[in-house]
């Protein structure tokens, strides 16, 4: 009954290689983020859904491409692969798509390597 | 734009010592702040909020007050304990969307 998840936990992959990272929530919220976190633990927002409709898209190469088939799914899938892609990505969501509440719900991410 | 400035870590301190993690913000408008803990291994959670000025967030012995004369919310707990040990983000939601700013980062470690 986890409120976030995400799979896989952990990734290896080699460089040039595509791989997808999933993420599901069952809290009923209606918005859902990525988040990358470097190995200094410095936490940066990809991309924010409202709805299944892209809301924040951060300046991140277009190798990454996001997908929200319905409003409890926010898929992350990326293409060839490069060293610099090693980090933590984390899911979230939360409720509204507007208001100051701003509470995030993470999931407990998904640790990339990449060789 | 938004921006967290948060005390560079890690700090290191014997259990039951007292602890405070600064934290100022740069925002426009009248943002809600938050203090989120990432223990090793796992995603953030919240730890306490304050949605607007002079508001106090506690949460698990751990306190923030909301100060707009000084743009700041620093994190305290009186008396620390081992299992404390985590990293500690600032952060602030002033904009639709939830679009949240986190700051850097600070890592707590807490020693027997």
């Known amino acids: 009954d986890t409120a976030v998840s995400q799979t896989p936990k952990y990734l290896v992959t080699q460089m040039g290689n595509d791989k997808s990272i999933k993420c599901e929530q069952n809290l009923g919220h209606d918005t859902m983020y990525w988040y990358k976190q470097d190995s200094k633990k410095f936490l940066k927002i990809m991309f924010s859904?409202?709805?299944?409709?892209?809301?924040i898209n951060e300046t991140v190469p277009n190798r990454f491409s996001p997908k929200s088939p319905d409003k409890a799914h926010l898929n992350l899938h990326i293409n060839s692969l490069e060293l610099g892609d090693s980090a933590v990505y984390f899911c979230a969501s939360s409720q509204g798509g507007g208001g100051n509440s701003g509470e995030l719900f993470f999931g407990e991410g998904s640790r990339l390597t990449v060789l | 734009g938004n921006s967290v400035t948060q005390m560079e870590g890690p700090v290191t301190l014997s259990e039951e010592a007292f602890l405070t993690i600064n934290c100022t913000y740069t925002a426009t408008g009248y943002p809600s702040l938050f203090w989120y803990v990432q223990y090793p291994g796992e995603g953030l959670q919240l730890l306490l909020k304050?949605?607007?000025?002079?508001d106090k967030g506690s949460n698990k012995g751990f306190e923030a007050t909301y100060r707009k004369e000084t743009t700041s919310f620093h994190l305290e707990k009186g008396s620390v304990q081992v299992s404390d040990s985590a990293v500690y983000f600032c952060a602030l939601n002033s904009g639709g969307y939830q679009k949240v700013t986190f700051g850097t980062g600070t890592k707590l470690q807490v020693i027997p």
């Open positions: 304050a949605t607007k000025a002079d």
């Open positions: 859904y409202n709805n299944k409709e892209l809301i």
